[in-house]
Nanobody, 126 residues
């Protein structure tokens, strides 16, 4: 079965950089549509970034565009999220998500993704 395991979350200070990883088993990252979402208590899960199943095209939410970079490490079968210039509003549990394919119009919708990890906490202090 498919398993996604996030890691790398920790407490950092505003302005710091951080990299999250999502190790996949039971699916091939290179051939999968994959994304990062985040969630804070009391709010809906928020789209962060997506990378297409093929071609490598990426999409970002306006709040992270220019600061976050999503990529695939095909050798390690891992999804990466590199984050710079972190601010307290980036504090959340970050989730990795995947599906065989996601149409462009549905990229930001959590319901478009079949597989989810358990999440990793990122806390950004002032």
């Amino acid at each position: 079965q498919v398993q996604l395991v996030e890691s790398g979350g920790r407490m950092v200070q505003a302005g710091d950089s951080l990299s999250l990883s999502c190790a996949a088993s039971g699916l091939t990252v290179r051939r999968s549509a994959m994304a990062w979402f985040r969630q804070v208590p009391g709010k809906e899960r928020e789209f962060v970034a997506h990378i297409r199943a093929t071609g490598g095209h990426t999409y970002y939410s306006d709040s992270v565009k220019g600061r976050f970079t999503i990529s695939k490490d095909n050798t390690e079968n891992t999804l990466i999220l590199q984050m710079i210039s972190l601010n307290p509003e980036d504090t959340a549990v970050y989730y990795c998500a995947a599906n065989e394919y996601v149409i462009v119009s549905a990229v930001p919708a959590a319901r478009s993704y079949k597989y989810w990890g358990q999440g990793t906490q990122v806390t950004v202090s002032k």
